[in-house]
C-alpha cells in the first residue's frame, strides 16, 4: 500500500531495525502511509532498544497528496529525532536515485551516511537546477563520488561492500555505548561503596 517496508532482525548477534523505499511503488514517493511506516520504523527501534538503518531513493513526497504527504517531512524528521534521544545509531544509506523531500528530511539528519557507487542525490534534478541557475554544471553534479568530497555523505561504497560497513560502524558505536554505561555503573558501586564506608 505504500512505498516503505520495515523489518527488524538480526545479524552478527545484533537485533537491527530497518526500512527501505520501494521504487517500483510511484517511483518511491513519500505518501502519508509512506510516512506512517517510517514512524514506525523509529517506533519500533525505541521499542526494541535497536539501530536504525534507512535505505533511501526516491523522487521525494507525493505531490496529488498535497500538504498532507509534505507534513511527512517535519514529522519523519521528528520521529528520527526521537530514535537519538535514545542514544540509538541512526545510519541512512543512499541509493539511485535519491532526490526531493527524501534526501531534504528523514535521509539528511542520519548519523552517518553512506552512499552507492555511481548514485545520484540531491533536491532538484540536474535539469531543474541548470534551467534556474542558467550555469554550466560539473558532469559529476549530485554524483556520488562528489557527496563524499563536499562531506554530504561519510562513505561510498558497492551495494555488497555496504553491509559490512555498516556492521562495523555499529559495533564501534555500541560497544562504545556498553563502554560508557560500564563506567556509569562502576561509578555509582564506587560512590555506593564510599557512602558504605563512611
Known amino acids: ?62 505531490m496529488f497528496e498535497s500538504g498532507l504527504s509534505l507534513q511527512g517531512m517535519t514529522r519523519t524528521v521528528l520521529g528520527v529525532n526521537e530514535v537519538k534521544k535514545n542514544n540509538l545509531p541512526y545510519i541512512n544509506i543512499y541509493t539511485n536515485k535519491c532526490y526531493g523531500g527524501i534526501s531534504a528530511s528523514f535521509a539528511g539528519v542520519s548519523d552517518i551516511a553512506f552512499v552507492e557507487k555511481s548514485s545520484m542525490v540531491g533536491f532538484a534534478g540536474q535539469h531543474i537546477v541548470k534551467n534556474q541557475t542558467r550555469e554550466d554544471l560539473k558532469s559529476n553534479f549530485q554524483s556520488s563520488t562528489e557527496l563524499i568530497r563536499t562531506g554530504f555523505a561519510d562513505g561510498e561504497f558497492h551495494r555488497k561492500e555496504i553491509n559490512d560497513k555498516i556492521m562495523t560502524i555499529l559495533k564501534i558505536l555500541l560497544k562504545k555505548e556498553s563502554v560508557s554505561k560500564s563506567e556509569e555503573n562502576e561509578t555509582s558501586k564506587l560512590s555506593i561503596n564510599t557512602q558504605q564506608a563512611s
Do not use: H, Y
Not at 517506533?43 to 531513493?57: F, G, H, R, Y
Open 1 to 62: 500500500r505504500c512505498s516503505v517496508l520495515v523489518a527488524l532482525g538480526e545479524r552478527d548477534g545484533m537485533k537491527i531495525t530497518s526500512f527501505a523505499i520501494n521504487s517500483a511503488f510511484i517511483g518511491g514517493a513519500i505518501s502519508v502511509e509512506s510516512a506512517e511506516a517510517i514512524l514506525k520504523a523509529c517506533d519500533v527501534a525505541i521499542e526494541n532498544q535497536t539501530p536504525l538503518i534507512a535505505w533511501s531513493e526516491g523522487g521525494g513526497q507525493i
